[in-house]
């Protein structure tokens, strides 16, 4: 059963912008911190932002000033606006949600490619 999807990837040039969806079932959304991993061809997967469900974000010092996360709580959707993109944020971009309880539980999407060219 598929919890967690992604849209809104694709290529972009340098300096463009692209905006990333997650959908996720109501059960998780309303439970979790949802974020945003990326993965770029022989390194290892990165956290690139990610909300709580009270607001709070964190952002990777690299998106910092160029990728802003919100969450739709009505919608069950999670955004990544990512602007001023760089071709070394080329990557794979998944979408996580981890459960805030005591044994939290952590949900994947499948994956969306992001390629910036220069």
């Known amino acids: 059963q598929v919890q967690l999807v992604e849209s809104g990837g694709g290529l972009v040039q340098s300096g463009g912008s692209l905006r990333l969806s997650c959908a996720a079932s109501?059960?998780?959304?309303?439970?979790?911190?949802m974020g945003w991993y990326r993965q770029a061809p022989g390194k290892e997967r990165e956290l690139v932002t990610y909300?709580?469900?009270?607001?709070?974000?964190k952002y990777a010092d690299s998106v910092k000033g160029r990728f802003t996360i919100s969450r739709d709580n009505a919608k069950n959707t999670v955004t990544l606006q990512m602007n001023g993109l760089k071709p070394e944020d080329t990557a794979v971009y998944y979408c996580?949600?981890?459960?805030?309880?005591?044994?939290?539980?952590?949900?994947w999407g499948q994956g969306t490619q992001v390629t910036v060219s220069s």
């Open positions: 996580n949600a981890v459960t805030e309880a005591k044994n939290p539980q952590s949900y």
């Open positions: 109501g059960r998780i959304f309303r439970t979790s911190t």
């Open positions: 909300i709580t469900r009270g607001g709070s974000t």
